[in-house]
């Protein structure tokens, strides 16, 4: 089964830190861009990060440009996220998410991790 | 504010056709056949529906459908069931690289 899962998120101050991992499973993940994409509360879908199949090639949305460094691991079958100098604004849902081959989409979601930023 | 423009919501009765715009520019929806949509029910994870500005993804219902004219794309849902009642999303890759999401629409099945 192919799926994605998140881990990582919590509850965090303002200017703090945080790391979202998903680990890969079904799937020749090596082969995949991929991607995070955040939702607040209430809110809709906003694109975070891209990172390409070979580990290099990476660009943020102009939010988290410089704060949120998007790396993986192909050995591992891991993505992550680094999220430094947390806002409250970062508060959403994080989304580990493929991109697809054959649909060229975000075709695969994980199931999403939580990420508060509060005081 | 988000780069692509969708109305906040659309209403159909059930057996109806609806459609739902998604508004860019020449740097995004104009630019590329890479406009997608998605939908997703209340507290789950989003689902690919269309993708390349028409393809349906294996097991999506043929009453959805994806259309484009300039830089504005369309979803189409014919024959409106209750079950299609949910949130649903464009995203569109862009010239500057990044990919981008409209603010979605919430259809109601009257």
């Excluded at chain 1, 998903?22 to 906003?46: D, E, T, Y």
């Excluded at chain 1, 990060?49 to 079958?77: H, L």
């Excluded at chain 2, 056709?17 to 406009?35: A, E």
Aim: proline share 3%.
């Amino acid at each position: 089964e192919v799926q994605l899962v998140e881990s990582g998120g919590g509850l965090v101050q303002p200017g703090g830190s945080l790391r979202l991992s998903c680990a890969a499973s079904g799937f020749a993940f090596s082969r995949h861009w991929m991607h995070w994409v955040r939702q607040a509360p209430g809110k809709g879908l906003i694109w975070v990060s891209r990172i390409i199949n070979d580990e290099t090639g990476t660009i943020y949305a102009d939010s988290v440009k410089g704060r949120f460094t998007i790396s993986r691991d192909n050995a591992k079958n891991t993505l992550y996220l680094q999220m430094n100098s947390l806002r409250d604004e970062d508060t959403a849902v994080y989304y580990c998410v493929r991109g697809g081959i054959v649909a060229n989409a975000f075709d695969i979601w994980g199931q999403g991790t939580m990420v508060t930023v509060s005081s | 504010q988000s780069a692509l423009t969708q109305p906040a919501s659309v209403s159909g009765s059930p057996g109806q056709s609806i459609t739902i715009p998604c508004v860019g520019t020449s740097s995004d929806v104009g630019s590329f056949n890479l406009v997608s949509w998605y939908q997703q029910y209340p507290g789950t994870v989003p689902k690919l529906m269309i993708y390349e500005d028409t393809k349906r993804p294996s097991g999506v219902s043929d009453r959805f459908s994806g259309s484009k004219s300039g830089n504005t794309a369309s979803l189409t849902i014919s024959g409106l069931q209750a079950e299609d009642e949910a949130d649903y999303y464009c995203s569109s890759y862009a010239t500057r690289r990044v990919w981008e999401f409209g603010g979605g629409t919430k259809l109601t099945v009257l």
